[in-house]
C-alpha cells in the first residue's frame, strides 16, 4: 500500500533546503536513551537555517505529497507498525542527491516521535517551526541509523 500524509513527513524532514551542509567541528552526537541501541550508526551531521526550514514548511504538506512515496512498514512477527519504508524521495531533484536516505530505508522516527497517525505527523510538522535540531532515525539494511541536522538562525 503506498501511503501519501506519513510521505508528507519524510519530505518536510528531508527537504528543508539543499543537503545538509557537514558542521566544522562537531562533537559526536548523542543518541538519546529511549532512541536505537548503541549499535546504531550515526549518520551525518548537518545544518538547517531557520530561513530555509521556514521556506518549506510555509509551502505546505500537500506541496510535497507527490515527492516522496512510502508504504507502511511491520514488524515481522507482530505485523504492527515499525515505520515508513521509502520508495521514492524526490526523484530527480539534485537538493536531495546527498542526503542520505535511499529507497528501501525505513523512517523509525523523527525527533523521538512516532509518525505512525496522521495527527503525529502534523504534531511533528508544526513542531519544526521551533526545534533546535532536526533527528530522523531510519534503519537501513538492518541497521539503525541517526541522521541529525542542527536548526540555526
Known sequence: MRATLPSL?????????????????????????????????????????????????????????????VDRYPRARTHRFRGWRVLELFPGDVRFANVDIKPGDV?????ERSIERPDQFVAVWNSLKVAKELVVETQRAGKLRVLRWRIVE
Not at 18 to 27: F, I, L, Q, T
Not at 107 to 111: E, S
Open 9 to 69: 513527513l519524510v519530505a518536510a524532514c528531508l527537504a528543508c533546503g539543499p543537503a545538509p551542509r557537514p558542521e566544522p567541528e562537531s562533537p559526536p552526537a548523542s543518541v538519546p536513551a529511549s532512541g536505537p541501541s548503541p549499535a546504531s550508526q550515526r549518520g551525518p551531521t548537518g545544518v538547517i537555517t531557520r530561513a530555509e526550514l521556514k521556506g518549506f514548511l510555509d509551502r505546505g504538506m500537500p506541496a510535497f505529497i507527490h515527492n516522496v512515496v
Open 107 to 111: 523512517i523509525l522516527r523523527v525527533n
